[in-house]
């Protein structure tokens, strides 16, 4: 079974604090996502990477980075963390090709205050 | 821009009746389908998928069926059962795109 796991699943963060989301997948996936799920705009990509060190921006990147340093670790970063990034966010990986399965990780719940 | 939409926002059904949870979506050029299951506090699971060379796809008590003509996914469930209580989402892919066009959701309840 394809296993995607996140290091945390709920954080509480000050306005203006850097925080790191550190993904992980056991399935030497290719391709690693990371979103964000907000209610009632359903999940929005915010960067993806498709091999180390390569990422491309998604629908929402401002506000956030990624680093991509080993395959099997994909770690989104808010620079300045802000109250309107309190989210849902959610790791996905999947193989290599666009029709392979995006899995996904439990999510962290994000909270800044 | 164009996007994935679900008919019905929440749906109540009886345990033990079958649920069909709808999906329009509106990119002609999408070519692989995927229903996710999300289950309060966790992530998305994967339930099953199709490709637009199929019009029908069966799983354990899951059946996807692809009406392209009128860009149309349904996901029907037999037997609902209280563990199938969550949300429901489906997800078009457009050819040759790693980008998945995600719809926002249909709560599934199940009744005793």
């Known amino acids: 079974d394809v296993k995607v796991t996140q290091s945390s699943r709920y954080l509480v963060k000050r306005t203006g604090e850097k925080v790191f989301l550190e993904c992980v997948q056991d399935m030497d996936h290719e391709n690693m996502f990371w979103y964000r799920q907000d209610p009632g705009l359903g999940l929005r990509l915010i960067y993806f990477s498709y091999d180390v060190k390569m990422k491309e921006k998604g629908d929402i990147p401002e506000g956030y980075s990624v680093s991509r340093e080993k395959k099997e670790r994909f770690s989104l970063i808010l620079e300045s963390a802000s109250t309107n990034q309190t989210s849902m966010y959610l790791c996905a990986s999947s193989q290599d090709s666009s029709t392979d399965t995006q899995y996904f990780g439990p999510g962290t719940r994000l909270t800044v205050l | 821009g164009e996007s994935v939409g679900l008919h019905l926002p929440t749906l109540s059904v009886q345990e033990g009746d079958n649920s069909i949870i709808n999906c329009a979506y509106s990119?002609?050029?999408?070519?692989?389908f995927i229903w996710y299951k999300q289950e309060s506090g966790k992530g998305p699971q994967f339930i099953i998928d199709i490709r637009s060379n199929m019009d029908k796809r069966q799983g354990q008590r899951v059946t996807v069926l692809l009406n392209k003509t009128v860009k149309h996914l349904s996901l029907q469930i037999a037997a609902t059962q209280p563990g199938d209580s969550a949300v429901y989402f489906c997800a078009e892919i457009p050819s040759g795109t790693y980008k998945y066009i995600f719809g926002t959701g249909t709560r599934l309840k199940v009744l005793a």
């Open positions: 990119n002609s050029a999408s070519d692989y």
